[in-house]
């Protein structure tokens, strides 16, 4: 068997939370990845090359999410040294898991060049341990939404049950973006928001909401999982985080979104449409709550798609 010296592999961007599902929901969309070029090397260590996106992302390894991961995986099986080049497609600090988009491809990248045969929990398991480049703490959601592709729920305590659910036919998903000043550090800062102690009435009706939104995609049921996103704890301690997002919501619901909430930390806010007719209005709607709060903003039509992989 030929001996493999390079893969190039694709990690999507993820929504992670979906209203209820903090810390266990996500999906992978489609069309927007991070692309990422490992190489084995004769000489020990990691190099790596940040090309595409201009973020300033650094190159060395034990700052960087893929690096981690990187360093991880070589130290788990005592592995030769590589070089990694990280075209980076999707955005940093915008609440589509960019960071997560590099760990999965790094993951599956490595997985594939040295013949690991990694179980889906190993694999998440590497892919987490990246996110402390970006949050400070090693979290699941994102990267197991672009491992896995679809909708994914974790136990994320664990990280040893995953089960991912094809979306239903004709799920668009619609996210605007806000152009508000970069934070660094934006997940860990976000993260730091959330309440540590919550009220009894406020933690069942999230598991009610988080109930619902499994059933909704487990039956194909698309009015469920809209009605679905919704949440009484992080929402609420986030929100004002995200400009004019109540009033956001509250549009677009009116006008035919599905469900409306934060994607990940934010700020990009995400909703799920069951017909094309009513992108434009959905649009629209995006720009002009944005701009009524004083920011220019982009607006992204996608669809929940597949996981990382290698593409060569």
Do not use: W
């Not at 990422?36 to 700052?63: A, F, H, R, Y």
């Not at 480049?133 to 994102?142: L, Q, V, W």
């Not at 672009?146 to 995953?162: A, H, K, Q, R």
């Amino acid at each position: 068997m030929k001996k493999i010296k390079d893969v190039t592999a694709i990690g999507p961007a993820s929504s992670a939370n979906l209203g209820s599902g903090f810390d266990c929901f996500a999906i992978a969309l489609d069309n927007l990845y991070d692309t990422v070029k490992i190489t084995k090397s004769k000489n020990p260590g990691i190099t790596i090359k940040n090309l595409g996106l201009k973020t300033g992302i650094p190159n060395d390894p034990k700052e960087h999410t893929g690096g981690i991961v990187a360093i991880n995986i070589i130290k788990e099986f005592n592995l030769q040294g590589i070089n990694m080049t990280v075209k980076k497609g999707v955005t940093p600090g915008k609440g589509l898991g960019s960071s997560a988009a590099t760990a999965a491809a790094v993951t599956v990248g490595m997985n594939k060049l040295f013949s690991l045969k990694l179980t889906n929990e190993e694999k998440l398991k590497f892919a987490a341990s990246g996110e402390v480049a970006s949050a400070g703490i090693s979290h699941a959601d994102n990267v197991a939404g672009s491992l896995f592709g679809g909708f994914v729920v974790i136990n994320s305590s664990t990280c040893e049950d995953i089960v991912s659910f094809s979306p239903p036919k004709n799920l668009h998903v619609c996210i605007g973006i806000p152009k508000v000043k970069p934070v660094a550090k934006k997940t860990g800062k976000a993260r730091k928001l959330i309440p540590s102690k919550v009220k009894f009435t406020d933690s069942v009706s999230n598991v009610s909401y988080a109930a619902m939104m499994v059933a909704g995609f487990s039956t194909g049921n698309k009015r469920l999982i809209g009605k679905s996103m919704n949440d009484n704890i992080v929402e609420p301690a986030r929100f004002s985080t995200i400009p004019n997002y109540y009033k956001l919501k509250s549009e677009l619901l009116k006008i035919g979104a599905l469900g409306v909430t934060i994607s990940g930390a934010g700020p990009a806010v995400i909703s799920f449409l069951d017909n094309k007719t009513s992108i434009p209005k959905i649009r629209q709607c995006f720009k002009k709550q944005f701009k009524s709060a004083g920011y220019d903003s982009s607006v992204i039509l996608t669809k929940i798609g597949k996981g990382a992989r290698v593409i060569n």
